[in-house]
C-alpha cells in the first residue's frame, strides 16, 4: 500500500521564525510563513486532494496525511486555522518536555486543537536527536512518558507518533509499538506502508521553507521526480550522517538544546 505524507514543522507569521518551535536557522529552515502554507494547501486541493487522518480507512478518493513535528506555536497561531479553510484536519505531534515553554503549545492549546478535530500525537519527551541511538530502554521511556502525558491531557488514549530527528529503526518502531502507539511517521521520504506488530510505519515527504505550493501539490500527486530528488538527498544524508559520526550530533544538539530565544 501506498500513502503520501507531508512533514511539516512550524507555520509563522511573515519572517517571523523564531516564533515558534526550536530555535536556530537549522530549526527555521523547516519552518513556512503562512502565507506560503496557504498557497500550498490551495495548490493540493486544486489537484483534488484531501488532507485526512491517518485512523480514517483507505478511500477511492485522493488524499494525503499533512502532519507537523516538534508542537511550536504555529499549530494554534495559523495551522490549525488554514487547515481548517480546507474542512481539513492536521496531525500535530508534540515533544512533551516543550510543553507550555516558550514558542510551544500550552495544555489549554492542545486540548483546543483535539477539540476542533484536529490529531494529536507523541514526538518523543525530550526530542532526542538520534532516537536510534539512545537505546531500547530509553526509547521505551520517551514513547510512554509523552503518550501518558498526552493521554492525561486529553483524558484518552493516544495511539499515534512521529520519532523526533530523524534516526529511526527497527527497535524504534518496536518501542513505539510495546508502547501502545498504532500509527508511527518516521522522516524517510517513501510512500510505502508497513507494519511491524500492531503498528503501521508512514515514510513523510520533507517540506521545507521554501518548498514552493507547485512542488507540495507534485508530491502529493505522487509524481516521481520530487520524491526520488528526497529519497537521493536522505540517503546521501544518511551516508555522511554515518561517515561524521558524533561530530554532526553534537553540532545538532548544540542546535537543538540551546536555551533562550531570539
Ligand atoms: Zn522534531
Redesign the pocket.
Known amino acids: 500500500m501506498k500513502r503520501i505524507a507531508l512533514m511539516y ?1 512550524d507555520i509563522v507569521a511573515a519572517k517571523d521564525f523564531a516564533s515558534s518551535g526550536f530555535a536556530g536557522a537549522d530549526a527555521d529552515i523547516y519552518k513556512l510563513e503562512a502565507a506560503r502554507f496557504s498557497e500550498h494547501l490551495k495548490a493540493i486541493s486544486d489537484e483534488k486532494i484531501a488532507a485526512v487522518s491517518a485512523f480514517e480507512p483507505e478511500s477511492e478518493s485522493a488524499n494525503i496525511f499533512i502532519t507537523f ?2 508542537g511550536g506555536r504555529g499549530a494554534i497561531e495559523h495551522a490549525a486555522g488554514i487547515l481548517e479553510k480546507h474542512g481539513w484536519r492536521g496531525h500535530f505531534f508534540i ?1 512533551t518536555d516543550r510543553i507550555g515553554m516558550d514558542g510551544f503549545v500550552n495544555e489549554d492549546e492542545i486540548k483546543e486543537l483535539d477539540a476542533r478535530g484536529h490529531i494529536i500525537g507523541s ?1 518523543s519527551a525530550s ?1 532526542p536527536l538520534r532516537f536510534s541511538s539512545i537505546g531500547r530502554g530509553k526509547m521505551l521511556d520517551e514513547w510512554r512518558t509523552s503518550r501518558s502525558i498526552l493521554s492525561e491531557i486529553l483524558q484518552k488514549e493516544i495511539r499515534i507518533a512521529s520519532v ?2 530523524g534516526h529511526f529503526s527497527n527497535e524504534v518502531a518496536e518501542t513505539a509499538e510495546e508502547s501502545g502507539i498504532e500509527v508511527l511517521f518516521n522522516s524517510e521520504p517513501v510512500a510505502d506502508v508497513y507494519s511491524v506488530g500492531k503498528c503501521r510505519i508512514f515514510g513523510r515527504y520533507t517540506i521545507k521553507q521554501n518548498t514552493s505550493a507547485a512542488e507540495a501539490a507534485a508530491i502529493s500527486r505522487g509524481d516521481l521526480a520530487p520524491r526520488l530528488r528526497q529519497f537521493a538527498l536522505w540517503n546521501a544524508k544518511k551516508a555522511a550522517k554515518k561517515a561524521g559520526g558524533e561530530a554532526y550530533v553534537t553540532i545538532r544538539e548544540k542546535i537543538f538544546n540551546r536555551k533562550g530565544r531570539k
Do not use: I, S, Y
Open positions: 514543522h513535528d516538534d515533544a514526538h526530542h523526533p530527528g
